[in-house]
């Protein structure tokens, strides 16, 4: 254990016993009920988002429920990115108990290890994110994720994902893209194993934090990127610097949120403090879904009407040019013993629950076309 470790242990046991401890003791010897000499424990959270992205809000979700399950004895500082540590950095922050919590995803230390990628941002095998979250707590995802970050990788934290995440958008291009060989020579953003996946296509890739991008794009940096979905999009201003969203594709469409929690501090608290941490990140994965649907559906409105912008779907070409570039990049991958017993995994899951969800899914896109004819001819 470290000496990092050792005092953010003993600082924690002070504070867990002091605040929620002693506080009765000092109540007890004043007479007063217990509860009302109970301060509550301010814990440290901060996220991988600038302060103006919308998963800011979803982030406070987060912190509203664990306050209010908690009846106000956990209390959560919530930060944006950079308040601590920058994006990238808060899987360290979270070790060293430099931060007790993190918002982020697990692409954002792929640095560490490429095999973080598989937990959001790796192969799409034919499921979508709800099917991959569904792998990482009926699947047996999670025993791989602890089995990396804390036996292979050392990280004194707890993880859990949350909030499985709509396939993400192609992106924003100056230019028109059609065909494959439209892509090669750009200049593009993304993380994570769709780096090396769009590298292998003909692009030039620059991983950056969502903050940073439109800068980038300013500066001639990038002439192309993505980053999640309509709603942060526009507010990094990305209608401003190109005027071409392609909706749809297979380099990251399987992402959720992680939530990252000091192992210490986990370990030391009431058993009821721990149960709320951990599921109330399955209970705002709801929340955050209805938030996300209304405010992804309503931007994207905003970004064609108000700000000029075409979207589109990307093209089949494309996506087949995607699916030929993982068929090579997993071969790769298959040859780290470890990555290939997760691929293994997230297939045999995908097979079975997906061949259920196809077969069982009717025809949504009859459907809405029965209602709202001519709406998807974009």
Same mark, same amino acid.
């Given at each position: ?8 242990? &003993?600082?924690?046991?002070? =504070?867990?016993?002091?605040?929620? /401890? !002693? %506080? ?5 010897? @004043? #007479? ?63 070790s060293?108990?430099?931060?007790d ?26 499921? &979508?994110?709800?099917?991959? =979250?569904?792998?990482?707590?009926? /699947? !047996? %995802? ?5 089995? @990396? #970050? ?80 309509p709603s ?28 990252l ?50 979207v ?41 629950v ?25």
């Amino acid at each position: 254990m470290t000496d990092t470790t050792k005092s953010a242990m &003993s600082r924690r046991s002070f =504070l867990r016993k002091g605040a929620l /401890g !002693g %506080g009765v003791a000092a109540g007890a010897a @004043l #007479t007063a009920p217990a509860v009302l000499a109970q301060s509550p424990l301010v814990l440290k959270m901060q996220t991988s988002w600038s302060a103006s992205d919308i998963w800011m809000t979803f982030a406070q979700e987060y912190v509203e429920r664990v306050q209010a399950m908690s009846g106000g004895r956990l209390q959560i500082d919530l930060l944006p990115a950079g308040a601590v540590v920058g994006a990238f950095q808060v899987m360290d922050a979270v070790s060293d108990g430099v931060l007790d919590i993190a918002h982020s995803v697990p692409v954002y230390w792929y640095g560490k290890s490429k095999a973080a990628s598989f937990f959001g941002t790796g192969p799409v095998f034919g499921g &979508s994110a709800t099917t991959m =979250l569904s792998w990482f707590y009926q /699947g !047996g %995802g999670d025993e791989l994720y602890r089995e @990396l #970050t804390q036996d292979t990788l050392n990280l004194n934290v707890y993880g859990m994902l949350g909030f499985p995440m709509f396939a993400q958008p192609f992106g924003w291009f100056k230019e028109e893209v059609n065909t494959v060989a439209d892509l090669n020579g750009f200049k593009y953003r993304t993380v994570g194993l769709a780096a090396d996946l769009l590298q292998s296509m003909g692009m030039s890739v620059a991983q950056l934090p969502g903050g940073e991008i439109v800068p980038a794009m300013e500066r001639g940096v990038i002439d192309a990127f993505e980053f999640n979905n309509p709603s942060s999009d526009l507010r990094f201003g990305a209608p401003d610097v190109a005027k071409n969203y392609y909706l749809s594709s297979y380099h990251q469409a399987s992402e959720s949120f992680e939530f990252l929690f000091n192992r210490d501090l986990m370990d030391d608290l009431e058993p009821d403090l721990q149960a709320i941490l951990r599921h109330t990140v399955e209970a705002v994965s709801t929340s955050n879904t209805a938030l996300a649907m209304r405010e992804y559906s309503s931007d994207l409105q905003r970004i064609q009407n108000e700000f000029g912008v075409t979207v589109r779907r990307t093209s089949t070409d494309i996506l087949q040019g995607q699916l030929a570039a993982w068929d090579t990049l997993i071969a790769d991958l298959e040859q780290d013993e470890f990555s290939k017993r997760v691929l293994d995994s997230q297939r045999a899951w995908v097979e079975q629950v997906t061949y259920y969800e196809l077969m069982n899914a009717p025809d949504y896109q009859l459907a809405y076309e029965h209602y709202f004819p001519g709406k998807l001819s974009l």
